[in-house]
């Protein structure tokens, strides 16, 4: 049985491993619920879009969204990468790890002011702008900052429904980009601000594409949007391609990055725009399989409808099965020979909703430790405090050595900075 996450993640014998560490060690050292990334993984992945863009002005920006941990950035960042930030909170996480801003581009639809004045003071390598109101905004607030703000506009491609219905970001119709057919107007009015710079074009289509297709429809659409925009006199020195390459959660089958890049790539230079610097800003795809979420079994309980297999990660560990109904495979850390049973594997909270999988063989007990895979992308950065919860620690594991990354959230952090009413309120 191959895994999601292999060969980085994946069975020796009975034992799962991450490279080198069994996953069931890891929980007795460090406790459940566990976080653990494969740091291999993660390059691994990243490798696959620098292969394909090697000899290229190019520039990688991570979308941390996906997973923000310190550590996670800083692994990325030492491989060369750049940034995709989408709030104030998360720049501030990127200049703790030390990377440069030039390597940073902001993007969402709803920057504050506050944070276009704090990416201007550190000198942010470029502001996607998803509006005209924003333009505005952003220019006033460059000007009063004495500072110019390069900016690219992310242009919403609408490529076809019919053909890739699966795609949530690049239609008409979602909250998303600068329509279309409003690109030009956009470009002509952000050249005459005097607060702003062009600087590029950028789209992101979707999350979780697992098929080239969609790509080369917006990456034809964008192309031919530079050669308006630039025929009516504004240079645009960089193309943005945005992520949402898919992973293996199932059976899901996405093209490699690097087949991916270099199918764009052969686009972009038959269409002579070659000599662009070309930016994509994965997120998922670098670090969705080099993840897992332990949790130990906490009670097998079964019942006349349904079993239940109640561990102790919960909806607030990981909010992709109860958010998105996201399917995400589940195994033993060590396998049994028992014979296996139908589960629900849910967590302790108080929520009909709190699952993590369901209708899963297990062969499991109480005690046994289990492994949700593919959970690097979008999970820990997901996690709450519903139900006064501690959030999971997390651990990097490289060849043999593992990391504590993060502490275990204690009770008593999760209520510092509340305040008792005073004894005079009545
Ligand atoms: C979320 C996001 C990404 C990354 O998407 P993935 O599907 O995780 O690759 C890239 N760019 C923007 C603007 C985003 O909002």
Same mark, same amino acid.
């Given at each position: =049985? ?42 691994? +992945? ?16 991570? +979308? ?205 230079? +038959?269409?002579?725009? &070659?000599?662009?610097?070309? =930016? ?30 109640? %561990? ?28 296996? =049973? ?10 009909? &909703? ?15 430790? %289990? ?8 999970? =820990? ?46």
């Amino acid at each position: =049985m191959t895994l999601p996450g292999a060969p980085h993640i994946a069975y020796r014998g009975d034992d799962l491993f991450i490279e080198d560490r069994r996953v069931a060690e890891l929980a007795r050292a460090h406790g459940t619920p566990l976080y653990a990334y494969s740091r291999a993984a993660m390059l691994a +992945a990243l490798a696959s879009y620098q292969r394909a863009l090697a000899g290229r002005d190019h520039l990688i920006c991570y +979308a941390m969204k996906a997973n923000s941990s310190l550590a996670v950035l800083q692994t990325f960042a030492q491989a060369g990468c750049g940034f995709d930030i989408v709030s104030g909170g998360e720049l501030e996480r990127v200049l703790a790890c030390g990377v440069p801003a030039s390597k940073v581009v902001f993007s969402g639809v709803g920057k504050t002011r506050a944070e276009m004045r704090r990416a201007l003071e550190v000198g942010v390598m470029c502001f996607n702008v998803e509006s005209e109101a924003e333009l505005e905004v952003l220019s006033q607030v460059a000007s009063a900052a004495g500072r110019i703000a390069r900016v690219s506009l992310r242009v919403n491609p609408d490529v076809d429904a019919g053909t890739h219905p699966y795609i949530s970001t690049g239609l008409k119709g979602n909250k998303f980009g600068i329509a279309h057919q409003d690109a030009l107007a956009n470009y002509q009015r952000a050249a005459g601000l005097p607060g702003l710079h062009v600087v590029g074009i950028d789209c992101h289509i979707g999350s979780q594409i697992t098929d080239a297709g969609p790509y080369l429809d917006a990456l034809d659409r964008l192309l031919e949007l530079i050669e308006t925009i630039e025929a009516h006199g504004i240079p645009i020195h960089h193309l943005d391609l945005g992520g949402g390459l898919g992973i293996t959660y199932t059976d899901e089958a996405p093209p490699s990055a690097e087949a991916l890049v270099t199918s764009l790539l052969a686009r972009i230079d +038959a269409r002579g725009h &070659g000599h662009r610097r070309i =930016m994509f800003e994965p997120g998922r795809s670098l670090v969705g399989n080099a993840g897992v979420l332990v949790s130990e079994v906490l009670y097998v309980k079964p019942g006349e409808q349904r079993n239940f297999c109640i %561990v102790d990660a919960a909806m607030n560990d990981l909010m992709r099965p109860a958010m998105y109904q996201a399917w995400m495979r589940i195994v033993a850390c060590r396998r049994r020979d028992d014979p296996t =049973m139908i589960f629900d594997v849910v967590g302790p909270v108080c929520e009909s &909703g709190d699952w993590l999988g369901k209708d899963r063989a297990l062969a499991v007990r109480a005690g046994d430790c %289990v492994a949700v895979l593919s959970a690097g992308a979008y999970s =820990m950065t997901m996690a709450s405090n519903y139900n006064t919860r501690g959030r999971a620690a997390e651990v990097m594991v490289s060849g043999d050595r593992v990391w504590l990354i993060r502490d275990r959230e204690q009770p008593s952090e999760l209520f510092r900075g509340e305040h008792l009413l005073p004894a005079n309120a009545g």
